[in-house]
């Protein structure tokens, strides 16, 4: 069986910061970024943030954390595998 690996929800009281997004106050914001959002990502991010009911900032803090660890994976020579518990069926994930 394999290792699994889980980005846990943050805890602690939340406060607003300028964008009306709440952030544990135990955490430090670095820095802020403008970014260039495509439709299909859009609404791939409102449908992430209605399934997980984490605020947008969350969920792009996770994705990038989740990008970062299949990027250092990949190029250590792992594969990245979806398995469905129920039937075994494995599939190979490529980010191109």
Known sequence: MGSRTQLQPRAGTEEPHGDG???DPGEHVITRITVGI???AW???QKLIARTRFNRT???NRAI???AMVD???RNGNELVFRDPKTG???IVEIV
């Open 72 to 74: 250092e994976n990949t």
């Open 58 to 60: 969350d969920v792009v």
């Open 21 to 23: 997004e709440m952030i």
């Open 89 to 91: 069926k494995e599939r």
């Open 43 to 45: 609404t791939d991010l």
């Open 38 to 40: 495509i439709p299909k």
């Open 65 to 67: 954390s989740i990008y």
